[in-house]
């Protein structure tokens, strides 16, 4: 199947820093990328829509400049959650759109801010 | 309410034990649907996406019941190996995932 990669797997930083999150389609070019949310036993939840070479859709609730997504080329989209804060604290994960079905997520990134 | 429903479980079944899950979703419109399988701390893994006609893939059995709006998954011959949380997933214009639903097997 389909192979997308993140990085860095797991990241600690300090309250008030930024990090920026890499995904990756290693094997195919996806126009689509997806960041999700994830917090403990709950269900994943969409961020972003980003779509190369255009602004990321954002859903609702979801704070566009804090939460700054770039999608330069078919097969990198980035995250970048800006002045972090525990609360941002999650499991963040990304996935790309290959056709019609279904979607193929990366191995997620574990953000823990201190 | 929710848009996709799940029993959160757990799921405790032997080994060899036939176990059913269960989601409903809300969206009439919804385009598609897919059963993913999650482990512990890791991404989720497309299981099999679930037709009217139902499907089958080796011992998984997904059905989607569009006037119900109401979409199983059963397994059979549980193994080990099974033990997951299976995320009910619809795609409207975009995915939404039901919590999932926790299953361990057991010796």
């Known amino acids: 199947g389909a192979v997308v990669s993140q990085h860095p797997s797991w990241v600690i930083c300090k309250s008030g820093t930024s990090v920026k999150i890499e995904c990756r389609s290693l094997?195919?070019?996806?126009?689509?990328m997806f960041w999700y949310r994830q917090f403990p036993k709950q269900s994943l939840m969409l961020m972003a829509t980003?779509?190369?070479?255009?602004?990321?859709?954002?859903e609702q609730g979801v704070e566009k400049d804090k939460f700054l997504i770039n999608h330069a080329s078919l097969t990198l989209s980035t995250l970048t959650v800006t002045s972090a804060h525990p609360e941002d604290s999650s499991f963040y994960i990304c996935?790309?759109?290959?056709?019609?079905?279904?979607?193929?997520f990366g191995p997620g990134t574990r953000l823990t801010v201190t | 309410r929710k848009e996709v429903e799940q029993d959160p479980g757990p799921f405790n079944v032997p080994e060899g034990a036939t176990v059913a899950f269960n989601c409903t979703y809300s969206?009439?419109?919804?385009?598609?649907f897919f059963w993913y399988r999650q482990d512990c701390r890791k991404e989720p893994k497309l299981l099999m996406s679930?037709?009217?006609s139902g499907n089958e893939d080796g011992r998984f059995t997904a059905q989607l019941n569009r006037a119900s709006q109401y979409i199983s998954l059963l397994i059979r011959d549980s193994k080990l190996s099974d033990s997951a949380t299976y995320l009910c997933?619809?795609?409207?214009?975009?995915?939404?995932f039901g919590t999932g639903t926790r299953l361990q097997v057991f010796p």
């Open positions: 996935s790309a759109r290959t056709g019609q079905e279904g979607q193929y």
């Open positions: 094997d195919f070019q996806a126009t689509t």
């Open positions: 980003s779509n190369e070479g255009s602004k990321a859709t954002y």
């Open positions: 969206n009439s419109a919804s385009q598609s």
């Open positions: 679930v037709y009217s």
């Open positions: 997933v619809v795609n409207t214009d975009k995915l939404i």
